[in-house]
């Protein structure tokens, strides 16, 4: 998905990102199709780093099931907020 970003240093910092924080994959067919990066500032707080799908699965809960498994995940794990940022 680097055409999203459009910035080459950009993507290379989500790429290094996942090999380090936790990170969740929705995998269709074998493949992975989107994925989601957590970033922990605190035990309590956590923030999405990322969450991309890819083009051909827009609009197909993929995100959706990813953010749900990502918060039950946290949830079981102490974690009580959940921020977003996004870039405009």
């Not at 996942?18 to 989601?36: I, K, N, Y």
């Not at 990322?50 to 609009?59: D, E, I, Q, S």
């Amino acid at each position: 998905m680097p055409e999203w970003f459009g910035i080459p240093e950009l993507y290379a910092a989500y790429v290094e990102a996942a090999r380090s924080l936790p990170t969740w994959a929705a995998v269709v067919d074998g493949e992975v199709v989107g994925v989601c990066v957590v970033r922990h500032h605190h035990p309590v707080p956590a923030e999405i780093e990322l969450l991309a799908v890819g083009r051909a699965n827009h609009r197909a809960g993929v995100g959706r099931r990813l953010v749900e498994a990502v918060e039950r995940d946290l949830v079981a794990s102490g974690v009580r907020v959940l921020q977003v940022k996004a870039l405009a």
